[in-house]
């Protein structure tokens, strides 16, 4: 259970699948399938989705590749939050978003899995929120920084393997698969 009092709702959060961001990602065909079915099955339980769409000075707002992927398009009613650092709630309006629902527990998707992803799951769990990742629908993209290479799949793997026993008082984080996501408890 969250820490938030009053809020007992879950909302699915899909984070930056834009064009320029998943654009060598790995698995991408099957991630954004797999976050398409589970937006869809979020709304048919008339569970919340929420956007989150990232902007910098290398991913340009309003540009083809600061777009959603079109494998998945936002409802008239969804909220889209938008973002200039990894973690989403820094300095937007998330939180808002989250209250006005009377959300306590995330479903987390998207992308990239070491930077956004990563950074927003810790930042769900340190206010107050449960944070579930779905193992099977984020992604990021093979890194080499400073002669230090790392293919995305190991990424991928070690961040679900350390998110699965994540927790603090009151809250838990974890992993599930996308089949295994169940909207209606």
């Known amino acids: 259970m ?5 809020r007992p709702n879950t909302a699915l ?12 990602a790995f ?19 008339g569970t919340p989705v929420i956007w989150v769409q990232h902007a910098d000075d290398d991913l340009v ?10 494998e998945l398009r936002r409802a ?10 990894g973690d989403s709630f820094e300095a937007t309006n998330l939180e808002d978003e989250l209250a006005q629902r009377g959300v306590g527990k995330l479903v987390v998707t998207g992308a990239q899995t070491d930077a956004c992803i990563r950074s927003t799951l810790h930042g769900a769990l340190v206010r107050g929120y449960d944070a579930i ?19 995305a799949e190991q990424i991928i793997a070690h961040t679900n ?13 974890g992993i599930v698969d996308a089949a295994d996501v169940d909207f209606t408890s």
């Open 13 to 24: 959060v899909v984070i930056d699948v834009q064009n320029d961001v998943v654009a060598n």
């Open 76 to 85: 008239d009613d969804e909220p889209v939050v938008h973002k200039h650092y």
């Open 133 to 151: 990742l779905v193992s099977d629908a984020h992604t990021t993209d093979d890194r080499n920084v400073d002669d230090v290479s790392i293919p």
């Open 27 to 45: 698995r991408r065909d099957d991630v954004v399938a797999s976050i398409a079915a589970l937006v869809q099955r979020s709304r048919d339980a």
């Open 161 to 173: 393997m350390y998110w699965r026993w994540q927790q603090a008082p009151g809250r838990s984080g």
């Open 61 to 70: 707002a309003d540009t083809d590749g600061w777009q959603y992927v079109p």
């Open 2 to 6: 969250p820490t938030l009092p009053d």
